[in-house]
């Protein structure tokens, strides 16, 4: 069982940055594809950035250049560093954590993932 609990969202004006924090807890975390999804009001949960045990990294279109995903196993923790941020990006973000992906996959379907987190929200003023 894994369980993940996500801080740092907030409230911040066009242009700034906001650190999430995704602390994971559970056998072999080291080991989980680790990732951060985000949903808008009234939209689809979207997938914004992964990170492999490996240390390979995958980015939404949207989101590249300015966001940063990165993990820490030692403390079991992962990073969403966001900057440049856009009231585009406003939405609770949601970390989850998944293990078996298929060879040619891009860490982006929500499905794949095993255990999510309940959310922190983020938002951008204009």
């Known amino acids: 069982q894994v369980q993940l609990v996500e801080t740092g969202g907030g409230l911040v004006q066009a242009g700034g940055s906001l650190r999430l924090s995704c602390a994971a807890s559970?056998?072999?975390?080291?080991?989980?594809?680790m990732a951060w999804f985000r949903q808008a009001p009234g939209k689809e949960r979207e997938f914004v950035a992964a990170?492999?045990?490996?240390?390979?990294?995958y980015y939404t279109d949207s989101v590249k250049g300015r966001f940063t995903i990165s993990r820490d196993n030692a403390k079991n923790t992962v990073y969403l560093q966001m900057n440049s941020l856009k009231p585009e990006d406003t939405a609770v973000y949601y970390c989850?954590?998944?293990?078996?992906?298929?060879?040619?996959?891009?860490?982006?379907?929500?499905?794949?993932?095993?255990?999510w987190g309940r959310g922190t929200p983020v938002t951008v003023s204009s």
């Open positions: 989850a954590a998944g293990r078996f992906f298929s060879p040619s996959s891009t860490y982006s379907r929500s499905a794949d993932y095993n255990y």
């Open positions: 990170t492999r045990w490996s240390g390979g990294t």
């Open positions: 559970g056998s072999g975390i080291s080991t989980y594809t």
